[in-house]
C-alpha cells in the first residue's frame, strides 16, 4: 500500500534541535513527509529546516501552537495525504516512534493515536504538571468515560477524517486537551500508545509552573464550554 | 456652574467634530462612530442645556446620580463586551488569513521550483501520467535548473520581519 504521511512539526525557535529531528523522521522512509510549520521563529529555525529537507511553511505572524499545527492539518489536508502525525520541534519526540502511531490507524481503523509517555513506562514529570494532566484525565473519564493517561501529549496521529476535521476547526491556545474532547464528542475513536519520549533537549516547556494554575483553569474552562457546543 | 457647563459643551462639541474628522480621513468606521457622536451629542446638549435633564429625570423617575451612575455603567460594560466580542472576531480572522497567505507563499515557493500543482489540489495530482509526487520532481527540476532550495527566499523572508 503506498500511504502518504505527513509529519507536522511546529516550531517556534528551535533551530539547535530541528534538523535533526527532520533528518531522522526522513530516515524512517519514503511515506513520510516532513511539513515544519515555522511559528514566525526568529532565528534558523526555517533555514535548518530546509536544508535537512523539510517542506517548511513561514507563518509570517506568530499565531501559537495551535494555529500552527492547523496549518500543518490544513496543508495535509489539501494534499491529499492519508495521514498525519503531530511532533515537536525539540526533540522530545523521537520520530522512530512514529510507526507505532500510525500502525494503529490503518490497522484497526482508528482516527487517532496518542503517544503516551505514562503507558509502560516511569517518564517523570514537574508534580505540578502531573497533577494537571490527571485532572485533566478525570475530566474526560467523567464527561466521556473514557480513560486516557497521557492528556497533554503533542505526539498524535491523525487518519485523514480527523486530519480534514481539525483542519477546519482545532483549539487556539493548549490545544492537546481541548482535541482530545473534541475528538471524542464528533465520535473519532482515540487509541493510547505507549510510547517513549526524551527530556527536552533544549529549550523549555510553554508550561512553567506559574504558569500552571493559569492553564488548569483556561483549559477547564474551554473544555466545559466544548460540551455545551455542538461539534 | 455656567462655566463649567461651558467647558463640557465645548469639549463635546470638541468630541464630535474630532469624531466626524476621523470618519471623514477613514481612521474610524462608521459603525463604531455612531456610538461616539451619540455620546457627545448627547454631552453636548446636556451641557448647553441644563434644563433637559430636570426633564429627563422627571420623565424616567431617575432622581438619584448614583441610579443614573449605575446605568451608565452598565453601558459602558456593555460597549467593551461588544468591543471583546468584535476583538475576539477579528482574531479569528486574522489567524485564518495568516494561514491562508503562509499556505500561498509555500504554494508560490513549490510553483517557482517548477513542482506542477494542478486546480485546487497541491500536490498529489501531476499532469500526464500522474503518481509522481511533486517534492520528488520539484527537486529534480532543482537539480535541472541549479536553483537553491529556497534559501533565498527564505532569506529574504527573514530580513524582513
Known amino acids: 500500500m503506498d500511504r502518504r504521511i505527513a509529519v507536522i512539526i511546529p516550531a517556534y525557535n528551535e533551530e539547535e534541535t530541528i534538523g535533526s529531528v527532520v533528518k531522522e523522521v526522513k530516515g524512517l522512509g519514503d511515506g513520510y513527509e516532513v511539513i515544519v510549520v515555522n511559528d514566525c521563529s526568529h532565528d534558523a529555525t526555517a533555514r535548518n529546516a530546509e536544508l535537512a529537507g523539510a517542506t517548511v511553511i513561514e507563518l509570517p505572524a506568530n499565531l501559537g501552537i495551535g494555529g500552527a499545527v492547523q496549518t500543518g492539518f490544513k496543508y495535509a489536508s489539501a494534499a491529499g495525504f492519508d495521514a498525519c502525525v503531530q511532533v515537536d520541534g525539540d526533540g522530545q519526540h523521537p520520530p522512530r516512534e512514529i510507526p507505532k502511531l500510525i500502525e494503529p490507524l490503518f490497522e484497526d481503523g482508528l482516527d487517532m493515536a496518542v ?46 477524517p480527523a486530519m480534514e476535521f481539525f483542519a477546519r476547526c482545532y483549539p ?26 526524551n527530556y527536552r533537549e533544549h529549550g523549555i516547556s510553554s508550561i512553567t509552573p506559574v504558569r500552571a494554575v493559569y492553564y488548569m483553569t483556561k483549559v477547564l474552562l474551554a473544555m466545559l ?3 455545551c457546543r455542538k461539534y | 456652574m455656567l462655566h463649567i457647563r461651558l467647558f463640557i459643551g465645548a469639549i463635546a462639541i470638541m468630541f464630535f467634530a474630532a469624531t466626524f474628522e476621523f470618519i471623514r480621513k477613514g481612521h474610524l468606521r462608521e459603525e463604531y462612530a455612531i456610538l461616539w457622536l451619540f455620546t457627545s451629542s448627547i454631552v453636548a446638549v446636556l451641557s448647553l442645556w441644563p434644563g433637559l435633564i430636570n426633564i429627563v429625570s422627571e420623565i424616567t423617575g431617575l432622581y438619584y446620580i448614583t441610579a443614573v451612575l449605575a446605568i451608565v455603567f452598565a453601558l459602558v460594560i456593555a460597549v467593551l463586551m461588544h468591543y471583546s466580542i468584535a476583538i475576539s472576531k477579528i482574531k479569528e480572522m486574522n489567524k485564518e488569513l495568516t494561514q491562508k497567505c503562509a499556505l500561498l507563499e509555500l504554494r508560490v515557493r513549490q510553483l517557482e521550483r517548477g513542482a506542477n500543482i494542478v486546480g485546487g489540489t497541491l500536490l498529489r495530482k501531476t499532469e500526464g501520467e500522474g503518481g509522481v509526487p511533486p517534492p520528488d520532481l520539484s527537486r529534480k527540476m532543482e537539480r535541472a535548473t541549479g536553483l537553491e532550495p529556497a534559501a533565498s527566499s527564505l532569506g529574504s523572508l527573514h530580513s524582513t520581519n
Open chain 1, 225 to 227: 464550554i466544548d460540551l
Open chain 1, 115 to 160: 503517544g503516551s509517555r505514562f503507558l509502560g513506562g516511569a517518564y517523570k514529570v514537574p508534580l505540578i504538571r502531573a497533577l494537571g494532566i490527571r485532572v485533566i484525565s478525570l475530566f474526560l473519564k467523567i464527561a466521556m468515560g473514557v480513560s486516557l493517561r497521557d492528556t497533554t501529549s503533542g505526539f498524535r496521529a491523525l487518519r485523514r
Open chain 1, 172 to 197: 487556539q491556545d493548549y490545544p492537546e486537551p481541548e482535541s482530545l474532547l473534541i475528538a471524542y464528542m464528533k465520535g473519532f475513536k482515540v487509541i493510547e500508545v505507549a510510547v517513549e519520549m
